[in-house]
């Protein structure tokens, strides 16, 4: 089965990446790409697509304890309004999806929503959200949230670029009305000690124990560029003012065998420069029918 779209039409404001789609092999050894870019804002703005290529989902960070220790999210105005864990990278990699352990106490709207950020640290989390996602209560219990303790995925909407050994956070919030018997609750270990990663927001700032550790595991991509400049399209001066449709030839069928590729954008200029871009892939070349 042929990609259709590697890139989903969307806007582009800010260097990075721009979604994941997975990929069947089969390709011929020369794959057209037809990528499209219209200037929407900004004064002489600059636009560079290149396609990068990640082998599966890999482990990240692993932390499967075996915990007694309740921590009920927004179980008061001021009380767990936030809870959050923090890891540390090895590598450089795009956080794809993590796993929290999660139960469900009493009973929440089904449409009441929980969202999951990974942000950067100072003493908590902080800055804008690297990646996010938000899922209603029944999409969770769909995904096995139970009234017992269970890994429950969030996958976020787009990977986000982590740089090597540095500590970031996962962030948990929700819009359910806060309550002590109507709630969800993380599970936390005291047995790392030292390696305690769990911290609580009170609406006002984070408290980080010195005790206690969250079960969550995080899964990643590691994306790497194309073989060659070849892979990296950069939209013409003359279309930076006006509509764009230029198309490349890359020779990348290595990366596009490998299980996921994305998009990456690198985007410059003046006044909040903006593109709606999106990357195709012409089926019959790329099968070569």
């Known amino acids: 089965m042929a990609i259709k779209a590697i890139v989903p039409i969307q806007s582009v404001t800010a260097t990075g990446g721009l979604g994941d789609v997975s990929v069947a092999g089969g390709l011929a050894r020369t794959v057209t790409l037809i990528a499209n870019a219209l200037n929407t804002a900004g004064s ?10 990640s082998p599966p989902l890999a482990p990240g960070q692993n932390n499967t304890l075996v915990g007694a220790t309740d921590n009920l999210l927004k179980s008061g105005s001021t009380t767990n309004v936030d809870l959050g864990a923090k890891f540390t990278t090895g590598a ?23 969202t999951l950020a990974v942000y950067a640290d100072s003493s908590g989390p902080t800055g804008s959200a690297l990646a996010t996602v938000t899922l209603t209560i029944n999409q969770l219990i769909a995904l096995g949230l139970t009234s017992s303790y269970s890994y429950i995925p969030f996958a976020f909407t787009v990977p986000g670029d982590l740089a090597a050994s540095t500590v970031y956070w996962l962030q948990l919030s929700t819009n359910y009305t806060a309550s002590g ?37 995080t899964y ?36 596009l065998l490998q299980a996921v590729v994305r998009g990456y954008a690198t985007i410059g200029g003046t006044s909040s420069p903006a593109f709606t871009v999106d990357v195709t892939v012409d089926e019959k070349l790329a099968y070569g029918i």
């Open 44 to 53: 002489s703005p600059t636009l560079a697509l290149k396609i990068q290529s």
């Open 92 to 114: 450089a990699v795009s956080i794809k999806s993590a796993s929290l352990m999660l139960k469900l106490i009493g009973t929440i709207t089904g449409t009441s929503t929980v």
């Open 181 to 217: 018997t109507n709630c969800l609750s993380w599970r936390t270990s005291t047995s790392l000690g030292a390696t305690a990663n769990f911290g609580t927001y009170n609406a006002t700032s984070w408290t980080v124990s010195s005790t206690d550790a969250a079960e969550f595991l």
């Open 220 to 255: 990643v991509y590691t994306f790497t560029d194309p073989a060659s400049s070849a892979g990296v399209f950069t939209i013409p001066s003359a279309l930076n003012a006006a509509n764009g449709s230029a198309q490349m030839l890359l020779p990348i069928t290595t990366q």
